[in-house]
């Protein structure tokens, strides 16, 4: 299992923007697809994740974008 984790408050995705990990269709980082060089997302670099939700539940199934 894997995670969509955003630093952002839902709705907001401009911490997303600025890094190199890929984005899934809700906006959101997968916690698989993390890129080592990335200074926001990667567990070792301790920075507060604010919105996050399942992978297999994922908002965007349902077409929606960013959400919690």
């Not at 060089?37 to 297999?56: G, L, M, N, Y």
Request: aromatic share 2%; glycine share 6%; net charge neutral.
């Amino acid at each position: 299992m894997s995670l969509h984790i955003s630093r952002g408050w839902p709705g907001q995705q401009h911490m997303e923007a600025e890094c190199p990990c890929p984005t899934e269709a809700c906006g959101y980082v997968d916690t698989s697809k993390v890129v080592d060089a990335c200074e926001q997302h990667p567990v070792a670099r301790a920075k507060t994740i604010r919105s996050s939700h399942d992978s297999r539940a994922c908002p965007a199934r349902n077409g929606e974008r960013s959400v919690s």
